[in-house]
């Protein structure tokens, strides 16, 4: 009987030991499910950003591009132009 007794007896720690600790976690509980929002918010904001910047990136890349075409023309006008001067001066 007296080892009933104490398994009573620590079941019954253990259940008050259990409640505790979910009386914490209640109360923590919140504050994460509000971090884990403030979290998703800041996710989508920044994969919105990310989406917005990698659009202006292609933009850029094609202005680059359109730049360097423009410059190969420009070299390729001098060589002409150089050319001409060169052969009037013979």
Sequence with gaps: MLKKDENINCLQIDFEESTKQLTIMKGILPKVFGERDM??????????ENMLL????????KKIEALEEDLLLKEGQITILKDNLGNKLF
């Excluded at 979290?39 to 919105?48: G, I, Y």
């Excluded at 990698?54 to 890349?61: F, G, P, R, Y």
């Design 39 to 48: 979290l998703w918010e800041r996710v989508k904001q920044c994969s919105e």
């Design 54 to 61: 990698s659009a202006e990136d292609n933009i850029l890349k």
